[in-house]
């Protein structure tokens, strides 16, 4: 149905072999300090670690993932772990006003941009008043990114933000990193981050992250 991406097998295992829920705490604590407390859902939960990483902290977390294997492996590795199949371009399960905090790490750009469309008009919808999402993902100006065959979908921080806004959110903090334009050495890193704080232009983004809020 509306050509879903979903990663293969082979894409899953090596994209998850060298993390474990520790990788994700930095993650969990953004929501923490971001986020409101209560129900949280992870979209494109992959092999579940973020869901895991929230429950060791005693997070309410549901993890939400269209490929059937990887549900199979987060479930056979921690037994208990509330993650489900379902696909993105159909209606959350959830009722309206029901989830406080939803993390999308990753995953935005590998839905078509109906499906994206779709996705954040549900989040919208089963947020409460003040509920907040915390998206991640490339820049469409990342060159390697953009060749990535299952990155169909690349924003810029402005057009994250626009589709945002277009859908009932209002954009609170962006969480951006610069483009390595000059060589990813230590001054080279120290540069570009001083012209990005300087310029902070879509074309000097290296990410489209950024975290927003469904008005009271």
């Known amino acids: 149905m509306k050509g879903r991406n979903l990663h293969t097998k ?26 409101k407390p209560g129900k949280w859902i992870d979209l494109g939960a992959g092999f579940g670690l973020f869901v895991e990483c929230a429950k060791k902290f005693g997070i309410n ?14 479930k056979e590795r921690f037994p ?9 371009d159909d209606r959350l399960p ?8 939803i ?4 995953t935005i750009e590998h839905l078509s941009p109906e499906t ?35 990155h169909i979908n690349l924003y810029t921080p402005s ?3 626009n589709q945002l806004e277009g859908v009932g959110f209002k954009v609170k903090h962006t969480l951006n ?10 001054i080279g890193k120290h540069i570009m981050s001083v012209i990005y704080g300087l310029f902070p232009s879509d074309f000097f983004s290296a990410t489209a992250n950024c975290i927003a809020v469904k008005p009271g």
Request: glycine share 6%.
């Open 10 to 35: 082979e894409i899953f295992d090596r994209a998850y072999s060298d993390r474990s829920w520790e990788w994700y705490r930095s993650l969990v604590a953004t929501c923490i300090r971001h986020g």
């Open 61 to 74: 977390c549901i993890g939400i993932e269209g490929a059937e294997y990887a549900v199979k492996v987060a």
């Open 80 to 88: 208990g772990i509330d993650i489900r199949q379902h696909f993105l």
């Open 94 to 101: 959830f009722k309206d006003d029901s989830i406080s905090t």
């Open 103 to 106: 993390m999308c790490y990753q």
């Open 116 to 150: 994206a469309r779709f996705m954040l008009k549900e989040c919208h919808r089963v947020l409460i008043k003040e509920g907040v999402i915390l998206i991640y993902s490339p820049c469409m100006y990342e060159k390697n990114q953009s060749l990535e065959e299952t």
């Open 159 to 161: 057009s994250l933000t």
């Open 177 to 186: 990193t610069p483009r390595m334009l000059i060589g990813d050495s230590r």
